[in-house]
Nanobody
Framework: QVQLVESGGGLVQAGGSLRLSCAAS????????VGWFRQAPGKEREFVAA????????YYADSVKGRFTISRDNAKNTVSLHMNILKPEDTAVYSC????????????????WGQGTQVTVSS
């Protein structure tokens, strides 16, 4: 079992940056792919980025490609999402998810989820 805790959300002006962290419990974190998803009020959950378990392949939504970077540090059991050039439309609750069998953009395929952290981008 894996428990995930997100941190790093907050309020930032458009054009600014934030770094989100996803801290995981468990000694086999390196065996899990991790994805970041976001959900804005009144909208469906949206894929943001994912990173594979041990070869660190990355995958991004078109809406964040070139602005966001996902990375992981398996020694520290953390996955980070560096968000640059933030836009008001990036405002959402951001959640990380992990799965040992799936790496991709479909949220229903991820087994473990964190509680989420709010990101608000003001114009």
């Amino acid at each position: 079992q894996v428990q995930l805790v997100e941190s790093g959300g907050g309020l930032v002006q458009a054009g600014g940056s934030l770094r989100l962290s996803c801290a995981a419990s468990g000694r086999t974190f390196s065996s899990y792919a991790v994805g970041w998803f976001r959900q804005a009020p009144g909208k469906e959950r949206e894929f943001v980025a994912a990173i594979s378990w041990n070869d660190y392949r990355t995958y991004y939504a078109d809406s964040v490609k070139g602005r966001f970077t996902i990375s992981r540090d398996n020694a520290k059991n953390t996955v980070s999402l560096h968000m640059n050039i933030l836009k008001p439309e990036d405002t959402a609750v951001y959640s990380c998810a992990a799965d040992s069998q799936y790496y991709g953009s479909t949220y229903s395929r991820y087994k473990y989820w964190g509680q989420g952290t709010q990101v608000t981008v003001s114009s």
